[in-house]
């Protein structure tokens, strides 16, 4: 049987080797490319190999200074909400699937040398990254998240809207009879919508730890797979915006979103339905077959996200634990000044 060995990917090999399906748009090798270029650390981009055939694929990043290592996917105050392992097992076998998951997650370990009490690790792990146990079985703390994701490639847009509140739906009604427009506004648009998270952040005395920098990087290496929603009113004045990245499979309900209302009706519901509507009928979004509202772990940004009658999908963080892990946990909590909230509402 041909044994499994790891390998370190320059993000050329990375991209050649990233599946076409399957994977978050933040696998993708211009979001890592942003990461790297703003991280204070280190990246790795691991692979697996069977032979020539990679079966699996983990970006990493580490940072070191005198209180530890910490080893992170995806790294804080950059607004990411999850990346982790990809898995593409050259067999659809669940014992394939397993084993291939079993043996990468240990060559991992050890490749990184997590299993020391200095080290701390925090990874969150993707959807599509169903089978968190090896790290439960290696003495990893893994507990669960979730999101809400939208179903838009089975189901016609009257479907989709049927499975709205009906507050939802009326309040979308009321928004289309205003003359408000919501268009794609590209790089300026991200600049906009990342002045409104901050001035958001500030009216609530928070810090928002994301670079506009990484921000720009992330909209413009993406080119077309990045969409920047800005409503304007009869005047053109800006109300609200949001910047939703789009891998081949979803799109994400990212940053942006902050409270904003036009005649009493809220204008973030509009901008979302706009998103609905290109995800079904825009050519160029043709593969895209869901809406991620990233994130359904807030008691009150579920009250709202729950309206929009998306599917709950759990996802798993890994994290060390162990009385050893205090001070390279502290380290951890110096690099998420901001904490890993991003407004969505």
Same mark, same amino acid.
């Given at each position: ?77 950059? &607004? ?37 009490? %200095? $080290? ?69 648009? $991200? %600049? ?58 979803? &799109? ?33 979004? $043709? ?18 996200? $729950? ?16 009385? &050893? ?21």
């Amino acid at each position: 049987m041909t044994q499994l060995h790891i390998e370190q990917l320059t993000l050329e090999e990375w991209d050649d080797t990233l599946p076409s399906s399957g994977v978050e748009v933040f696998h993708s090798s211009a979001v890592l490319d942003a990461i790297d270029q703003h991280f204070d650390g280190e990246m790795h981009l691991f692979g697996a190999y069977k032979g020539e055939q990679p079966v699996a694929l983990f970006p990493t990043f580490e940072r070191k200074n005198a209180l530890g290592r910490v080893i992170v996917s995806p790294p804080p105050s950059m &607004g990411i909400p999850y990346i982790g392992p990809v898995m593409m097992p050259n067999s659809p076998k669940q014992t394939a699937y397993e084993s291939v998951n079993k043996d990468f997650s240990s060559l991992v370990m050890d490749e990184l040398g997590v299993r020391s009490n %200095r $080290a701390f690790v925090r990874f969150i792990c993707a959807p599509s990254y169903v089978d968190p146990r090896p790290f439960d079985w290696a003495g990893f703390a893994v507990s669960p998240a979730f999101t809400y994701r939208i179903d838009v490639g089975t189901q016609s847009l009257d479907d989709v809207q049927a499975q709205f509140s009906s507050s939802l739906r009326k309040e979308i009604r009321k928004a289309q009879t205003f003359d408000v427009t919501v268009r794609d506004e590209g790089i300026e648009g $991200a %600049r906009l919508v990342y002045d409104d998270v901050i001035s958001r952040y500030d009216e609530q005395d928070e810090a928002f730890g994301m670079p506009w920098e990484f921000l720009e990087s992330v909209v413009t290496g993406l080119g077309d797979r990045c969409r920047v929603y800005v409503a304007r009113d009869p005047d053109g004045e800006y109300l609200s915006g949001m910047v939703v990245p789009f891998s081949n499979d979803v &799109g994400y309900y990212w940053i942006g979103g902050a409270r904003a209302s036009y005649d009493g009706v809220s204008i973030n519901n509009l901008i979302h339905w706009t998103v609905l509507e290109d995800i079904k009928e825009d050519d160029a979004l $043709a593969s895209v077959t869901k809406y991620d509202l990233v994130g359904a772990n807030t008691e009150r940004l579920c009250n709202y996200k $729950a309206k929009f009658g998306g599917e709950l999908v759990p996802y798993y963080t890994v994290e060390s634990t162990g009385v &050893g892990m205090n001070l390279a946990k502290r380290t951890y909590q110096l690099l998420n000044k901001s904490g890993e909230r991003i407004p969505t509402k």
